[in-house]
């Protein structure tokens, strides 16, 4: 496991024990703080890490994409992304017959192709 994944599991793990005081707190078994301007700015930050969680999660879950989604995404035709492939001018995976290519590749090959 690479370092981020790591972090992202340190957060799950702070997250589930958040989410378990605070069903404790609705419950009357603890007392909840009695500054309302606490309780706010720590919703605040968990709303943040949740929301930087769920983006770091992007790119710690390779997700990889067909000929068919990226033509869809870069409005080219299949034959097109297919010259990209047979060429080497996209990094691919074939998995038998077929192409698969990572997101962050194809992002990589439009920000290289940009003009």
Not at 63 to 90: F, P
């Amino acid at each position: 496991m690479n370092d981020l994944g790591k972090l992202l599991q340190r957060y799950d793990e702070w997250a589930k024990e958040r989410a378990d005081i605070c069903e404790r707190d609705n419950d009357g078994g603890i007392e909840s703080p009695s500054s309302s301007e606490w309780q706010n700015s720590d919703d605040t930050a968990f709303d943040l890490l949740e929301s930087m969680a769920f983006e770091l999660r992007k790119f710690a879950e390779p997700n990889y994409l067909t000929v068919d989604e990226i033509a869809e995404k870069m409005r080219v035709s299949k034959m097109t992304v297919y010259r990209l492939c047979h060429s080497g001018q996209l990094p691919t995976i074939r998995v038998g017959r077929s192409f698969r290519v990572l997101e962050t590749d194809l992002a990589g090959f439009v920000r290289q192709s940009e003009i």
